[in-house]
């Protein structure tokens, strides 16, 4: 099963994630989030759940997973379920706008794969391209908790919008020397 190794691929990220060397020393965090996220093209809900390392104070990577759940819906009078999971790498960039606002632009690739099903032929097709990730968001700091929305725009084999909102918890471990 495909998705599976996506999932294995994702966690041993994860791990990764926490063990990549920080640019700066006064700097050991990472950030695990959850969100709701909308495809607004294909009219898809899903949960986004990522990781984050923050390497300073303004530039954070990570990879999220989406899974955008099965909706029905008729098309040619066929009744058609359309479901998807997306694979992100995101760089951003914080932009303090106060103490506990940040603006953030973003860039980044995805991989996606699609899955539609014709329930009445009992057919099944799937779709799986990469697309490069641009947009922005905005995150209000609250100590260890943030909430967060965000717009991203995917380019390449099919363009797409997704709006999200969630939260994200911070984690702090090891030495820290604040300048």
């Known amino acids: 099963m495909k998705s599976f190794s996506y999932l294995k691929a ?20 990472i950030s695990l989030d959850i969100a709701s996220v909308r495809n607004v093209r294909q009219r ?39 479901s998807a999971w997306d694979f ?15 603006l953030y632009p973003l860039c980044g690739i995805s991989h996606t794969s699609e ?12 779709e799986r391209f990469w ?3 641009t947009g922005a968001g905005i995150l209000v700091s609250m100590g260890r908790w943030s909430p967060h929305a965000e717009y991203m725009f995917t380019q390449g084999h099919r363009n797409q ?11 702090e471990w090891g030495h820290s020397e604040k300048k």
Request: aromatic letters at 14%.
């Open 44 to 82: 898809l809900n899903g949960l986004n759940l990522s990781a984050f390392y923050h390497f300073n104070e303004k530039i954070v990577g990570g990879i999220e997973m989406n899974r955008f759940f099965p909706v029905k819906h008729e098309a040619g009078g066929k009744s058609i379920g359309e």
């Open 115 to 126: 899955r539609e099903d014709d329930y009445a032929a009992g057919e099944r097709a799937y």
């Open 88 to 102: 992100d790498l995101n760089f951003h960039y914080l932009i303090p706008l106060g103490r506990q606002v940040r």
């Open 161 to 171: 919008q997704f709006v999200l909102v969630g939260i994200s918890y911070e984690i």
């Open 10 to 29: 994702l966690v041993v990220a994860c791990l990764l994630a926490t063990a990549f060397p920080s640019f700066t020393r006064a700097q050991r965090v």
């Open 131 to 133: 697309s490069f990730n």
